[in-house]
T-cell receptor, first 111, second 113 residues
Framework: RKEVEQDPGPFNVPEGATVAFNCTYSNSASQSFFWYRQDCRKEPKLLMSVYSSGNEDGRFTAQLNRASQYISLLIRDSKLSDSATYLCVVNKYSSASKIIFGSGTRLSIRP | DAGVTQSPTHLIKTRGQQVTLRCSPKSGHDTVSWYQQALGQGPQFIFQYYEEEERQRGNFPDRFSGHQFPNYSSELNVNALLLGDSALYLC????????????FGAGTRLSVL
């Protein structure tokens, strides 16, 4: 079983729709969580950190459920420019930090 | 303020050769991590360097080695290249004081023929 699992998609939704992704992680020692966005043939870029209390940044909302070991990302009023791959990232720290990426969920927004 | 820079951007090698990739971290960052990203997959953690030492390692063979210099820049070396080593190699820098958020360079695309 992978340490971080995501639905690969693709999700194909119309502009203006609301779309949600989930990500599950297997290691309860995981300490911090992030969503990254990666455009085709580009490097990943930080979208937002994920906190236990949940956090919102404009049209984007991230939630963390430590008991069930999953992270979610909600995108409201989706735009064409939201088309990308969304990577779930988990940081677990023992003697040093180890970052684990999910395989990513592809999102395509159609006009 | 320069972000993370990697060189070269593209590289073509043949099986059995050796390759060295380079990374300069974002200003103020002291930790460098290397990742391998195959097409359609998420980045796979290779290893992380801090204070010129390898601190963590993913599931990669010893053919993959690295180094960090006193100025925090880093190299990734891969020996005895295999066809399966063809991938995008990403370097990310971070700082423990800034929550270990990874900032990525644009990557080096390695093709092994």
């Amino acid at each position: 079983r992978k340490e971080v699992e995501q639905d690969p998609g693709p999700f194909n939704v119309p502009e203006g729709a609301t779309v949600a992704f989930n990500c599950t992680y297997s290691n309860s020692a995981s300490q911090s969580f992030f969503w990254y966005r990666q455009d085709c043939r580009k490097e990943p870029k930080l979208l937002m950190s994920v906190y236990s209390s949940g956090n919102e940044d404009g049209r984007f909302t991230a939630q963390l459920n430590r008991a069930s070991q999953y992270i979610s990302l909600l995108i409201r009023d989706s735009k064409l420019s939201d088309s990308a791959t969304y990577l779930c990232v988990v940081n677990k720290y023992s003697s040093a930090s180890k970052i684990i990426f999910g395989s990513g969920t592809r999102l395509s927004i159609r006009p | 303020d320069a972000g993370v820079t990697q060189s070269p951007t593209h590289l073509i090698k043949t099986r059995g050769q050796q390759v060295t990739l380079r990374c300069s971290p974002k200003s103020g960052h002291d930790t460098v991590s290397w990742y391998q990203q195959a097409l359609g997959q998420g980045p796979q953690f290779i290893f992380q360097y801090y204070e010129e030492e390898e601190r963590q390692r993913g599931n990669f063979p010893d053919r993959f080695s690295g180094h960090q210099f006193p100025n925090y820049s880093s190299e990734l070396n891969v020996n005895a290249l295999l066809l399966g080593d063809s991938a995008l190699y990403l370097c990310a820098s971070s700082s423990r004081l800034a929550g270990n958020i990874q900032y990525f360079g644009a990557g080096t695309r390695l093709s092994v023929l």
